[in-house]
Nanobody, 131 residues
Framework: QVQLVESGGGLVQPGSSLRLSCDTSGFILDRYTIAWFRQAPGKEREGISCRSSTDGSTSYADSVKGRFTISRDDASDTVYLQMNNLKPEDTAIYYC????????????????????????WGQGTQVTVSS
């Protein structure tokens, strides 16, 4: 049974950092493209980062580029999202997701931040950035 469980969210002040974790089980993580999405109230789900299973290459949305970093720990089958210099507009529910339908790093660069390509999702963790 495929499971993804996010943790690490919370309430922080602008300029702070958080590290989100996504514990995975039930599938071979290094065969899947992994990604983080977020959804703010009243807005559509937004893809913010993804990582290729093939070569570890990554892609980021412009809104988080230079501030967020996606990584994977193979020993623990955990995916991380390090978030630095958080802004109020980063407030959202954050979801991790996995896909085995993105078959190359090039393919990932084109469609890796599109939610429809992901079949497995966690339940989400709330991040609130406010002073």
């Amino acid at each position: 049974q495929v499971q993804l469980v996010e943790s690490g969210g919370g309430l922080v002040q602008p300029g702070s950092s958080l590290r989100l974790s996504c514990d995975t089980s039930g599938f071979i993580l290094d065969r899947y493209t992994i990604a983080w999405f977020r959804q703010a109230p009243g807005k559509e789900r937004e893809g913010i980062s993804c990582r290729s299973s093939t070569d570890g290459s990554t892609s980021y949305a412009d809104s988080v580029k230079g501030r967020f970093t996606i990584s994977r720990d193979d020993a623990s089958d955990t995916v991380y999202l390090q978030m630095n210099n958080l802004k109020p507009e980063d407030t959202a529910i954050y979801y991790c997701a996995a896909s085995n339908r993105i078959d190359s790093p090039h393919h990932m660069q084109v469609i890796g931040l599109i939610s429809g390509w992901y079949d497995y999702w966690g339940q989400g963790t709330q991040v609130t950035v406010s002073s």
